[in-house]
């Protein structure tokens, strides 16, 4: 006869079987096929390790794609809706547009605790109340100094800290002294010189709405007066006071002028912190990223997500290396080894030796208080590659309002299959 | 020829085949037929049918029949796109022609140096097309190319080039030229080779001018080769894209809008599979046409001749 001792015995053995099951299950097999994006070695192979550690049974196959193929040669790969990639690093405003269209697999059951998550990284993830997209790291924006540059020019810098924050006409005078054509030396040099991300918050500084409350409708919006305004000065700097580089829209390149001493100024993402400061011999320093003169600061943010191919035929190797990128332990070492405002919030306090540099207090104060991300939109791709093509041309010297009344009118047009 | 076969009781089927008229020849085009039906004749079965199709944001598709086409031609973008592909046609077809002809005739006569010539001029086709670009979009950019540092020693303003509206078109002509016309090139040279010398030696003593030689001679012998040429040149010219994806993405300004771009940016950018599969189609029976109108003219010179 069995007692009851018996039963819980057999209950806890039970339990015990099925724990060590679990445990065995937790050693996923298989071959994972993912796309990253292909940052500095350091950047990435230490994550990629960390995860080969845990999961010695899981083979990890990585294609690292430049940041300019990125965005369209995972679209090839999606839109042929088969098994792979069972990974994708994903721009966190695809989200909804990856989301509605079947390519992403929900994450709440798979992660659990999402309060883990800052409250803009968690929203820029999710799509109708739904975690669709795993937050790898945010983003904000610094202005860098070239300080051996600004001592020749006899010019002050503007302060390493919030307050003192140069305007854009600030920054064009300088600009103006410290360019020097006839041996490539700029004196502003914009990281991603055609990219919304980076742009959208000159309009905004300028008080316009870059997209319909709908977030589906471009005119009126980017063809406003104050967007078109931004953007007019913004074609300046490269054609009348020419003290931007043209044509320069490639991050590496941008990066290699500051970092080779030929750009004086230079707006770009805090990963450049870890980047410009292993460059011996470059005389740096940062100040906070600028706005208009009568308008408002605005910075971007936002940064990379990683999604889940839901057609995956590796479900459970899949899944463990999701629940991998959601350990704080995970986003500590990814924000050691590339410089990214941290999206788990025990990882800032962990990190707080690291994070309490004049350029980290400057990005916490934007990310609290001036960060704006970027439209919440199934048709962000659209928008996007879109207007990208419309800065670019206007840093040629098309002329702004009807570069941006026509390109309004080609987002509202690729938007309407959205309107359903 | 099949009694004889029945008679000596030859395995069956493979036995009349090489034996009947035409069987022989149709077993060994089989493998270029079939290569044919796969690559070229099935995938525009393919998009001619999926352009009648729409794809919804998750991937279910409906028959919509010509409503692709019809909001197409709805699309000011689309006759933009069309307006530039005929004109970009217009200009670098006979252009390539006429310098792929004139680079035959040059490098016709055997003489010192020939060889160099003729492999100097070939020699830009031997380069992948997406190189080429990457290579005259460095060459030509504005700030850091070596064209406007040398522009600029000789005193002119520099250029845009690629990234000016007025020139983009005539530099993507210029530059597909340098790369195509060494191709076509060797196509004309080899119908040059294939010239009777007697014929001309006979128009000399006639009393013929160089230029009647080439008048009455070269150009009623060269015809075929030329029409070759000329629909073939045509073909690729209207399927031109990889530049234009590379370099202009279809600026500025649309000015390098062509219709290729627009098929892959439909697909690719705006995922509407429908768009770009009529745009595709739209691109064939333009190919179609334009070569069936050029056969007739260029058949109707012969029978003048």
């Known amino acids: 006869m069995t007692t009851r001792r018996d039963t819980l ?36 192979t230490p994550i990629f390790d960390g995860f080969k550690k845990k999961n010695p049974g899981v083979t990890l196959r990585d294609e690292r794609l430049p940041f300019n193929e990125l965005f369209q040669a995972t679209e090839v790969r999606l839109q042929s809706r ?59 924006q610094l202005l860098y ?53 980076q742009l959208l918050p000159l309009a905004q500084s300028k008080g316009a709405a870059v997209i319909g409350p709908d977030g589906l409708t471009a005119s009126g919006f980017v063809d406003s007066a104050p967007f078109i305004d931004a953007f007019r000065w913004y074609g300046e700097l490269y054609t009348k006071h020419q003290v931007s580089p043209p044509n320069v829209f490639e991050i590496n390149l941008a ?43 605005v910075t971007p943010t936002g940064s990379w997500h990683v999604g889940m191919n839901p057609r995956t035929k590796q479900k459970e190797a899949a899944e463990a290396f999701m629940r991998y990128l959601a350990e704080p332990a995970t986003i500590e070492m990814q924000a050691r080894a590339r410089a990214n405002p941290p999206v788990i919030r025990s990882v800032w306090d962990s990190m707080s030796d690291v994070l309490g540099t004049p350029g980290w207090k400057i990005i916490r104060h934007e990310l609290d208080n001036t960060a704006v991300p970027r439209p919440a939109t199934p048709g962000w791709r659209e928008y996007e590659d879109i207007l990208r093509i419309a800065i670019r041309e206007i840093t040629g010297g098309s002329d702004p309002a009807a570069r941006l009344q026509k390109a309004a009118k080609d987002i509202d047009r690729e938007m309407a299959k959205y309107r359903g | ?39 070229r004749l099935a995938p525009i079965a393919v998009a001619g049918i999926g352009a009648l199709y729409r794809e919804n944001l998750e991937g279910d598709q409906a028959f919509v029949g010509l409503a692709n086409f019809a909001s197409l031609f709805a699309d000011d973008s689309f006759w933009h796109a069309l307006r530039t592909t005929l004109l970009f046609n217009i200009i670098i077809n006979p252009l390539q ?65 690629f990234r000016d ?60 080769p030329l029409t070759f040429v000329l629909i073939a040149d045509t073909a690729v010219n209207f399927l031109f894209f990889a530049p234009v994806y590379i370099i ?58």
């Open chain 1, 82 to 140: 088969g098994p792979t990639p069972d990974i994708y690093i994903a721009d966190g405003p695809l989200t909804a547009s990856y989301a509605v269209r079947k390519h992403l697999q929900e994450l709440d059951s798979i992660i659990g605790d999402l309060d883990r998550y800052t409250k803009a990284a968690r929203d820029q993830g999710s799509f109708r109340g739904k975690l669709y997209t795993l937050p790898l790291f945010s983003s904000s």
């Open chain 2, 1 to 39: 020829m099949s009694t004889a076969a029945r008679h000596h009781g030859a395995p069956g089927l493979l036995a009349r085949i090489l034996r009947s008229q035409g069987g022989l020849a149709a077993l060994f085009l089989a493998p270029a037929l079939l290569g044919l039906l796969v690559f």
């Open chain 2, 97 to 161: 022609i006429a310098i792929a002809f004139g680079m035959a005739l040059l490098v016709l006569k055997p003489g010192r140096g020939i060889t160099f010539f003729r492999a100097a001029f070939f020699l830009p086709m031997t380069l992948s097309i997406g190189l080429t670009a990457v290579l005259w979009s460095m060459l030509l950019d504005q700030t850091i190319g070596p064209v406007n540092a040398l522009l600029e020693q000789l005193g002119f303003a520099r250029q845009g080039f």
């Open chain 1, 255 to 297: 990066q290699e002028l500051f970092a080779t001493g030929r750009a004086a100024m230079y707006l770009g993402t805090n990963s450049n912190m870890s980047i410009f400061g292993s460059r011996e011999g470059l005389d740096w320093t940062v100040a906070a990223h600028p706005y208009f003169s009568g308008g408002k600061p």
């Open chain 1, 9 to 44: 015995a057999m209950l806890a053995a039970g339990a015990a079987s099925l724990g060590l099951g679990r445990a065995a299950s937790a050693q996923a097999k298989g071959e994972l096929n993912v796309i990253w994006q292909a940052w500095p070695d350091a950047h990435v």
């Open chain 2, 248 to 305: 202009t993405a279809g600026g500025p300004n649309g000015a390098t809008s062509l219709m290729m771009f627009k098929a892959y940016e439909a697909a690719f950018t705006f995922m509407n599979w429908g768009r770009s599969l009529a745009y595709s189609t739209v691109i064939l029976a333009i190919v179609i046409l334009v070569a069936i109108v050029q056969l007739r003219l260029l058949r109707h010179g012969e029978n003048e001749a």
């Open chain 1, 145 to 197: 100094i070239n300080k051996k540059l600004f001592a020749e020019a006899g010019i002050t810098p503007p302060p390493a800290t919030v307050d003192g924050r140069w305007t854009w006409e600030q920054v064009v005078e300088a600009a103006k002294k410290l360019t020097d054509r006839s041996s490539n030396r700029w004196g502003l040099v914009i990281e991603q010189a055609e990219r919304p991300y």
């Open chain 2, 165 to 224: 509206e007025n020139q983009a078109l005539g530099t993507a002509i210029a530059v597909a030229s340098w790369k195509g016309c060494g191709y076509w090139m060797v196509f004309l040279l080899a119908g040059l080779f294939g010239i009777d010398e007697q014929l001309y030696e006979a128009a000399r003593i006639d009393g013929a001018t160089a230029g009647q030689r080439f008048r009455y001679v070269t150009l009623p012998l060269m015809r075929r």
